[in-house]
């Protein structure tokens, strides 16, 4: 397969600076240098700098949980991408459905945010995901396809290659309930053919669509052996180093 597998972990609201570089410091010895797999953790924005610090060296990337679309300016408690630039982070997870519940961001915010990022030189995390009421309902696809459409409208074919899709189905994140193989496996394949009507089956294929909702070791190798799973955007398991390093491991040693 040509696409590389991608692990990252979705700190959420968890950590401070010390724990962070703690965090790191263990991971780093567990999982070495990688080059099967991509890594990336993800803290919140006040550990980014002692982050990236701990990070030095390593093949380990950072990303962001967020970022706003505007340059500076009177935008109370937001963050920009320059700000984000100071501390090399390579990705930036937008459109998690925490934010869409929580904080009200609808697609069209979040498009703006995509393009922002990916002017910035950065690559966005897009987090598409049904809730459980719209899985009973049977409008899985057309709620992750609209998600999808409309958070990369206006992106062109080239900028395509750089974004990754995280696949959250809302009721497996945090709840332990995962989404079987197969069911990911679905939503995944109809995730790259609507890239691919969007882009070209070539520039799709080169899209990592990632898994997210209660992944953990003991569910990791059969999800990661399905064709179109190309990693895991994890949180409660990307908080310890065992369980995370251990994620790192199962896509090393998948396909
Ligand atoms: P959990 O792995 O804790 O279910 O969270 C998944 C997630 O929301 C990652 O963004």
Request: glycine share 10%.
């Given at each position: 397969?040509s696409?590389?597998?991608?692990?990252a972990?979705?700190?959420?609201?968890?950590?401070?600076?010390?724990?962070?570089?703690a965090?790191i410091?263990s991971?780093?010895?567990?999982?070495?240098?990688?080059?099967?797999?991509?890594?990336?953790?993800?803290?919140?924005?006040?550990?980014?700098?002692?982050?990236?610090?701990?990070l030095?060296?390593?093949?380990?990337?950072?990303?962001?949980?967020?970022?706003?679309?505007?340059?500076?300016?009177?935008?109370?408690?937001?963050?920009?991408?320059?700000?984000?630039?100071?501390?090399?982070?390579?990705?930036?997870?937008?459109?998690?459905?925490?934010?869409?519940?929580?904080?009200?961001?609808?697609?069209?915010?979040i498009?703006?945010?995509?393009?922002?990022v990916?002017?910035?030189?950065?690559?966005?995390?897009?987090?598409?995901?049904?809730?459980?009421?719209?899985?009973?309902?049977?409008?899985?696809?057309?709620?992750v396809?609209?998600?999808?459409?409309?958070?990369?409208?206006?992106?062109?074919?080239?900028?395509?290659?750089?974004i990754?899709?995280?696949?959250?189905?809302?009721?497996?994140?945090?709840t332990?309930?995962?989404?079987?193989?197969a069911?990911a496996?679905?939503?995944?394949?109809?995730i790259?053919?609507?890239?691919?009507?969007?882009f070209?089956?070539?520039?799709?294929e080169?899209?990592q669509?990632?898994?997210?909702?209660?992944?953990?070791?003991?569910?990791?190798?059969?999800?990661?052996?399905?064709?179109?799973?190309?990693?895991?955007?994890?949180?409660?398991a990307?908080?310890?180093?065992?369980?995370f390093?251990?994620?790192?491991k199962?896509?090393e040693?998948?396909?």
């Open positions: 397969m696409r590389k597998y991608f692990i972990g979705n700190w959420k609201m968890n950590k401070t600076a010390a724990e962070a570089v965090l410091e991971i780093k010895e567990q999982i070495g240098s990688q080059e099967k797999v991509e890594v990336a953790v993800c803290p919140t924005f006040t550990s980014l700098d002692a982050a990236s610090k701990a030095k060296g390593s093949t380990m990337k950072l990303g962001a949980q967020n970022m706003y679309f505007e340059k500076s300016g009177a935008f109370t408690g937001e963050i920009s991408a320059d700000m984000l630039k100071q501390f090399d982070c390579s990705y930036v997870i937008l459109g998690h459905s925490e934010r869409r519940e929580y904080f009200k961001e609808c697609n069209c915010l498009n703006k945010k995509v393009k922002a990916l002017e910035n030189g950065m690559k966005p995390i897009l987090c598409v995901g049904e809730k459980l009421e719209e899985r009973e309902s049977g409008k899985t696809l057309d709620v396809s609209e998600q999808t459409i409309k958070g990369l409208e206006g992106i062109s074919g080239a900028d395509a290659e750089k990754v899709i995280a696949y959250e189905p809302v009721w497996a994140i945090g332990g309930k995962t989404a079987t193989p069911m496996q679905e939503v995944h394949a109809a790259r053919k609507i890239l691919a009507d969007a070209g089956s070539e520039t799709a080169k899209i669509i990632l898994y997210g909702g209660s992944m953990k070791p003991e569910n990791a190798d059969a999800l990661l052996a399905e064709k179109d799973i190309d990693g895991g955007l994890i949180g409660g990307a908080l310890k180093a065992d369980s390093a251990a994620l790192v199962s896509a040693s998948a396909k």
